[in-house]
């Protein structure tokens, strides 16, 4: 089995690489939660974040190398509760740290996973970087249409990313969704 990190799903894949399932980003984290402790045989190991200016309070649920972070849109961050879910504002997001938790592999849809040489990242001809450099390269991105709160439309891009180890020799983290921004906040 197989968990393949989309901009807009996560993806389950058996041995022959068929489509098991997807969990839409945007959908309910409790059944998500549920879902992935059935693949992976296991409960998660639980741990909370109070948040910030950046990012919402959230559970983080951690199976080996493998996290799903439950946004929870409260305290500072309760003007986003009753707002649609976008990629920007998920109901819940992934990373992987490593290439495999249980006997499950954790990669991309390119076949990138953590752990992998950078250099051999930075190799990839389609790999493209972050205009605003706000977050890391990516390979895999989908555009879409939003919304902003004055009525106008834009298109966003979002994408599955790639965080270095602080030595710059591995990818440390695969992360989805991620918006690819052309400035930061």
């Known amino acids: ?55 919402p309070p959230s559970t983080t649920h951690r199976w080996g190398s493998f996290e799903l972070q439950e946004r929870r849109y409260v305290d500072r961050w309760e003007f986003a509760a009753d707002e649609p879910r976008t990629l920007y504002q998920p109901e819940f997001s992934v ?19 953590a752990g992998t040489s950078w250099a051999d990242l930075e190799a990839n001809p389609a790999l493209q970087t972050n205009p605003s450099g706000c977050s890391g390269p990516y390979l895999d991105f989908i555009t879409r249409e ?29 992360r989805a969704p991620l918006g690819i921004y052309d400035g930061c906040a």
């Open 1 to 55: 089995m197989t968990l393949v990190a989309r901009p807009e799903v996560l993806e389950l894949r058996d041995a022959t690489g068929a489509l098991v399932f997807e969990l839409d980003y945007l959908t309910d984290p409790a059944a998500a939660v549920a879902t992935i402790t059935d693949v992976l045989g296991s409960p998660p190991v639980d741990e909370m974040y109070n948040g910030g200016s950046h990012f």
């Open 95 to 113: 990373i992987f740290t490593g290439s495999q938790t249980a006997d499950v592999t954790l990669t991309t849809a390119q076949g990138v996973t």
């Open 146 to 174: 939003e919304t902003w709160s004055d009525g106008t439309v834009h298109e966003q891009r979002y994408g599955v990313d790639f965080s270095p180890d602080p030595d710059g020799t591995i990818i440390e983290r695969v």
